[in-house]
């Protein structure tokens, strides 16, 4: 099961589950408002497994690592006759769970970052770079990517160099391979088997799961989510960001260098709120003038943590629900409509407890817990095509989605970058000598 960490508590006190955590910051130790961690007081002593166990100063776990570590905890979880809830928040890391993948395999011969570029410096190279070089030995894949997505780029360049296939090949063989051994058979739930492999030979899925998505209004979460950073504020963020900092500084002390562009570095609210906590170490900055800083980082994290929001929505319809399709088990997820706070126990608990028990008794789910609006909409986006990143060399942006590249022409910054340059050192020459030239004046002519 992969649900939210406040209904997975629900869920697992009254279905006898632990809970796997799937958010890649909150596996770092410490930092619990940074990394938004359920408190120890509201997980009601259901056991809680991969939080808090990465130190600061080790790097990121690769794909890899994180699915081999997860199997071992749902297998022993199982083992003792309870049920694993993986609580999702890194979707690489849920998607990679589900869905067995040559490409987790082949991510998981090489443990660690250091290993891996120490092997292939062209993976510690900046993210133009190694999409230069994924250009000119997949072209397709490297298509897919924004220049900026130095994560995704790398991943592609380690598979290509662990495996000698281009990946775009080797995606294809996946897909073909998919097609051929299920032909169009539909899976339906077996709760009776929850966390175990399905049992119709079917293995590309690892196990017979239940999603559970719970849906919300982006206008609406978009509220709620200001009013989370806004608490997670006085509840002290700014203060573990001046812990980082000080972390920082003295690793840099002792002449250790640590990537800030990943691990617990790229938590949201670290970088947005760092030049206020800097400055307020500085005695130059007026106490108005640190406020304003203060305000402009508080709102900078908000923007950040809305954006993050829609990435997930976006990986959800575009990439889980497509992988879903593709493995014809569309039917393993139920959406769970938690738009309204204040209807939370009706809406969202109740509701998936019913689901929960429907699902453990290996029953077919009814179709009616699903949003009709949404889960046509979710189908319609099944059908899209893959996204493919495109360029605009007037604008020097990337776009990538079609819907992007189709308004881009439209919007203001491409028309004002489409306007012909205006020559103004033609129009308002500044020597007498340009004067001259600019009037067809000539100094021969006085006299």
Known sequence: MAVDVDLAVALAERHNGEIINGDALQMYEGLPIATNKLPLAERKSIPHHLLGCIRLDEEPWTVGQYVETALGIIGDIVARGKLPIVVGGTHYYMQSLLFQTCLVNINAEHRTAKDQEKKWPILAASAKDMLDELHKIDPEEASRWHPNDRRKIRHSLEVYLISGKKP????????????????????????????????????????????LWLYADLDKLSARLNQRVENMVQAGLVEEVRLMLQYLQKQ?????????KSGIWAAIGFKELLP????????????????????????????????????????????????????????????????????????????????????????????????????????????????????????????????????????????????????????????????????????????
């Not at 840099?252 to 800030?260: N, T």
């Not at 028990?357 to 099944?382: H, N, Q, W």
């Open 252 to 260: 840099e002390q002792s002449r250790i260098h640590l990537d800030q």
């Open 168 to 211: 775009s090949d080797l995606y294809q063989e996946q897909r073909k391979s998919i097609a051929e051994t299920r032909g169009s058979q539909s899976l339906s739930f077996q709760g009776n088997n929850h966390g175990t492999p399905p049992q119709d030979g079917l293995s590309s899925m690892r196990f017979d799961p239940l999603i």
């Open 276 to 447: 206020y906590v800097s400055a307020s170490e500085n005695s130059t900055f007026t106490i108005n003038r640190l406020e304003e800083m203060k305000t402009q980082g508080i709102e900078r994290t908000q923007t950040a943590t809305r954006q993050y929001a829609r990435r997930q929505h976006r990986w959800i319809r575009g990439q889980l629900l497509r992988a879903l399709h593709d493995h014809h088990a569309l039917d393993r997820m139920v959406l769970v409509n938690a738009t309204e706070l204040s209807r939370w126990q009706h809406d969202v608990e109740t509701t998936a407890n019913s689901i929960v028990y429907t699902f453990l008794k290996g029953e077919t789910i009814p179709r009616s817990a699903m949003l009709p609006d949404v889960e046509s909409e979710a189908m319609a986006a099944c059908a899209t095509p893959q996204i493919k990143a495109r360029y605009c060399d007037i604008c020097d942006t990337t776009l990538m989605t079609q819907k992007e590249w189709d308004n881009h022409p439209k919007s203001k910054r491409h028309r004002r970058a489409a306007k012909t340059p205006v020559d103004w050192q033609a129009l308002y020459p500044k020597s007498k000598a340009q004067e001259n030239a600019f009037l067809g004046n000539s100094p021969l002519d006085k006299g």
